[in-house]
C-alpha cells in the first residue's frame, strides 16, 4: 500500500531474452514542425512522413503520406496541429517524377518551428541565434574543409536516391533484464556519409515539460561504403522500464540520421537538430517495443 492507502500497482516484470525485428520507413521528418527536415531548390519542405490534413471539423489530423508543404504553413504553438499548405503531392517512386528534385538543408532559423528545444546546451548556447541559407546536401560548407582534404559527397542527392535507402532493426532485452541492444543493417543509404542514430523517448515531444532527444549510444555513429551500406549496434542501459514507474521515459523510437555537417556532436544529436543539421532518413513510423521491458539496477529501498 502506498501512504495514502491506494494500492500501488507491481511493476511489470521485465522480459529477458526477447527479440523483435523491425523494417524501418523512409522518412525525411522529425517531430512535425519543421515538417520536414529536407527541403527543395525553392524553399518549400520535403515531406515524407505524417502530413497534418484538413478536418471536416476545421482542425487538422496527420497521415502517413509525402508532399511538397510551403514554408509559409501556419505554425500552432508546440503540442497542437494546424493543417499543412501542400503545394503538391509528391511521386515516392524512386525512378518516379520527382527522383531528380535535389535535396537542401533547412535554413537557420529553422522555419515553421515551434519545439522549444536547445540539442547541444554545453556547445551552442546561442543556437538561437545564428543564422544560415539553405544548402543543397553536396555543398554544405563543412567547416574548416578544404577541397586537397577530398570532400567525398561532391554530387547533388537527389530524393530518388534518398528513396532508395532500407535498413532494418532487431531489438532485444539482456539475458539479466537489465540492458536493450538495438542492431541495425543498412543498404542504399546515401554513400561516403557519416551517419547517425538518435533515440526518441516517451518524453522527449511531453508538451508539457520536453526531454533533450540523445544520440542512441556515445558514440552513435556509423560511415556507409560506396554503395550506402553500412552497420549499427548500440547497448543501452534499462531502455523500456515500465512506464508506470515514476520519472520513467522509455525509448519508443530511433530515428537514422544523415548529417549534412558530416560530423557527430558527442552527448548531442546536433547543434541545431531539426534540418539544420542533421536530416532524418529511416525510422519507425509510430511508437514501438510497447512490450518490451527492462529493470535496470536500483538502489536497495531501506
Known amino acids: 500500500m502506498s501512504e495514502t492507502g491506494t494500492a500501488t500497482r507491481p511493476a511489470a516484470l521485465p522480459t529477458p531474452g526477447r527479440k523483435e525485428t523491425y523494417e524501418l520507413a523512409l522518412t525525411t521528418q522529425g517531430p512535425l514542425y519543421p515538417p520536414s527536415e529536407v527541403m527543395d531548390a525553392?524553399?518549400?519542405?520535403?515531406?515524407?512522413?505524417?502530413?497534418?490534413?484538413?478536418?471536416?471539423?476545421?482542425?487538422?489530423?496527420?497521415?502517413?503520406?509525402?508532399?511538397?508543404?510551403?514554408?509559409?504553413?501556419?505554425?500552432?504553438?508546440?503540442?497542437?496541429?494546424?493543417?499543412?499548405?501542400?503545394?503538391?503531392?509528391?511521386?515516392?517512386?524512386?525512378?518516379?517524377a520527382d527522383r531528380d528534385v535535389v535535396l537542401h538543408t533547412l535554413p537557420l532559423p529553422l522555419p515553421c518551428n515551434n519545439y522549444p528545444m536547445l540539442f547541444a546546451p554545453e556547445q551552442l548556447p546561442d543556437a538561437a541565434l545564428v543564422e544560415r541559407p539553405s544548402h543543397a546536401f553536396h555543398e554544405v560548407p563543412i567547416p574548416d574543409l578544404r577541397a586537397q582534404d577530398g570532400p567525398k559527397v561532391v554530387t547533388p542527392v537527389t530524393f530518388g536516391q534518398w528513396m532508395r535507402a532500407s535498413g532494418t532493426l532487431e531489438v532485444a532485452v539482456s539475458e539479466d533484464g537489465g540492458s536493450g541492444t538495438f542492431d541495425f543493417e543498412f543498404s542504399r543509404l546515401v554513400p561516403h556519409s557519416v551517419y547517425t542514430v538518435m533515440s526518441l523517448r516517451a518524453r522527449d515531444l511531453d508538451p508539457a515539460g520536453p526531454t533533450r532527444p540523445g544520440p542512441l549510444g556515445v558514440p552513435n555513429v556509423f560511415v556507409t561504403d560506396a554503395d550506402g551500406s553500412g552497420r549499427y549496434h548500440a547497448t543501452m542501459p534499462d531502455p523500456f522500464p515500465d512506464p508506470e514507474l515514476p520519472g520513467a521515459n522509455r525509448i519508443i523510437n530511433v530515428v537514422v540520421l544523415w548529417m549534412s555537417y558530416q560530423r557527430s556532436y558527442g552527448g548531442a544529436i546536433g547543434e541545431f537538430g531539426l534540418g539544420g543539421d542533421i536530416h532524418a532518413h529511416l525510422k519507425l513510423r509510430g511508437p514501438s517495443f510497447q512490450e518490451l521491458r527492462t529493470a535496470g539496477a536500483r538502489t536497495p529501498q531501506p
Open 42 to 96: 525553392d524553399g518549400n519542405f520535403v515531406v515524407v512522413g505524417m502530413i497534418n490534413r484538413p478536418t471536416a471539423a476545421g482542425g487538422a489530423a496527420p497521415e502517413w503520406g509525402a508532399a511538397v508543404v510551403s514554408p509559409d504553413s501556419e505554425v500552432p504553438e508546440f503540442g497542437r496541429l494546424a493543417p499543412y499548405s501542400v503545394v503538391r503531392e509528391l511521386d515516392t517512386d524512386p525512378d518516379g
